[in-house]
């Protein structure tokens, strides 16, 4: 089944930074948008960043100003660079998008894991 492929993460210690990247199966412009999400333990799968069609970008409250989302269409990798990572941050990051001519997302891959020791 064709998934989106997270990867990139791997231990950081508190104040370090780690770049994910997401590789999508089409040409980016294919998408409605691409967004990140994280799933810390314990806790419910959370949106925090997103790339559109156009180039814009949002984030959530909790990292705004200290992750960045961006993608190189060449590669069709989209990619989230992440800046002064706190132990909160430990998490499960997942990527997912939906194609335009398509009216559900990709299913969930794996996602890649980030401990973030303090």
């Known amino acids: 089944q064709v998934q989106l492929v997270e990867s990139g993460g791997g231990l950081v210690q508190a104040g370090g930074s780690l770049t994910l990247s997401c590789t999508v199966p089409?040409?980016?412009?294919?998408?409605?948008?691409i967004n990140w999400y994280r799933q810390a333990p314990g806790n419910e799968r959370e949106w925090i960043a997103g790339i559109n069609v156009g180039g814009r970008t949002d984030y959530a409250d909790s990292v705004k100003g200290r992750f960045t989302i961006s993608r190189v269409h060449a590669l069709n990798t989209v990619y989230l660079q992440m800046n002064s990572l706190k132990p909160a941050a430990t998490a499960v990051y997942y990527c997912n998008a939906r194609l335009l001519r398509r009216t559900s997302s990709f299913p969930w891959g794996p996602g890649t894991r980030v401990p973030v020791s303090s």
């Open positions: 089409e040409k980016i412009v294919n998408f409605n948008a």
